[in-house]
């Protein structure tokens, strides 16, 4: 060992020896134990403090997935088709051959969500059927579509009625990934009140 790191060892040690000795005799070693004491108290405070804030973040946390779900991240076994480019092409290709208009697509977690409006008097829950209908003729056989809806007037109150559905198409139950359909059905009803608002605001664009 070089004889830098023998001595620095030594100077440690020697300090070592002199805080014991010190904590050990004389007025000013029992000053140094009731602070050492004292301190520890409060070293000891702060970890149950620590501990209370950690406990009650899990246990807030807890209470928003249960309302919320879990975010999803991209799997890695999602189909080529599911991806957020691939998936925004079929579906305007869907959306164009129903009449409908994509209003918006949110592809910021797993899976992608569609809001689709489709024209003055079509029935919504059929215009969907059509929209769904083209798309698991396609890559998307076999997949389940998660739906919510709402009839909004264009501009929000005075127009015709027109439907609007948001949707995601996801692998069956049992091959899709735990949770998805809690945490859509947050990102639908979340989605629905949106569109509800903006209408409410002038009109959903």
């Known amino acids: 060992m070089p004889k830098w790191a023998i001595d620095a060892i030594a100077a440690i ?8 000795l010190a904590m050990t005799a004389g007025p000013a070693g029992e000053d140094c134990r009731e602070e050492f004491a004292a301190r520890m108290t409060d070293h000891t405070a702060l970890n149950e403090q620590v501990a209370q804030v950690e406990a009650e973040t899990e246990r807030l946390r807890g209470q928003l997935v249960a309302r919320e779900g879990e975010v999803l991240d991209w799997p890695e076994n999602a189909g080529e088709a599911e991806a957020p480019e691939q998936f925004e092409g079929h579906l305007a290709s869907a959306v164009e051959a129903a009449g409908a208009e994509k209003m918006n697509l949110d592809c910021s977690e797993y899976p992608c ?87 409410m605001n002038g009109g959903a664009q």
């Open 113 to 199: 969500l569609a809001t689709v409006r489709f024209g003055e008097g079509v029935d919504g829950d059929k215009g969907l059927d059509k929209v769904t209908g083209s798309l698991k003729k396609g890559p998307f056989a076999g997949y389940d579509v998660l739906s919510g809806g709402t009839a909004l007037a264009d501009p929000f109150p005075n127009g015709p009625e027109r439907a609007i559905r948001i949707f995601a198409v996801v692998p069956v139950e049992g091959q899709r990934p735990k949770g998805t359909s809690q945490r859509l059905s947050f990102r639908i009803n979340s989605a629905v009140r949106d569109v509800l608002q903006k209408g």
């Open 13 to 20: 040690a020697g300090i070592a020896v002199g805080v014991g």
